[in-house]
């Protein structure tokens, strides 16, 4: 799903009371928001999705895979996702329909 089908989805579940272009500002404001709480450190809890939150990693020594020698990797902030309970078990069944 890339951003305008998110936009075009938004917009279908508002109704006719909204643009596509209005939708697509409320999207991108959403997502800025999320983007600067996270870079500020900030965790975001949304209720039923998940949580956006930024984990520190530890330096560590890692070995680079064509000359095997020692790299040192530094210690680093990075962005993580945790999803829901809720959303975990849609993703779940969704794998038991299908099969697999």
């Known amino acids: 799903m890339t951003k ?3 936009v075009q989805q938004v917009a279908d579940a508002i ?4 643009t596509r272009k209005d939708c697509a500002l409320v999207v991108d404001g959403f ?7 996270v870079a500020s450190g900030e ?3 949304i209720r039923g999705f ?6 520190r990693r530890k330096a560590r ?7 095997g020698d ?3 990797v530094p210690a680093r902030a990075v962005p993580v996702f945790k999803p829901s309970r809720l959303l975990r078990s849609q ?4 794998d038991d329909d299908s099969g697999g």
């Open 4 to 6: 305008a089908d998110l």
């Open 15 to 18: 109704g006719p009371g909204i």
């Open 31 to 37: 997502l800025n928001a999320i983007k600067q709480a």
């Open 43 to 45: 965790n975001i809890e």
């Open 50 to 55: 998940g949580t956006f939150k930024v984990r």
């Open 61 to 67: 020594m890692a070995r680079n895979p064509r000359t």
């Open 70 to 72: 020692p790299v040192r």
């Open 91 to 94: 993703v779940v069944r969704l």
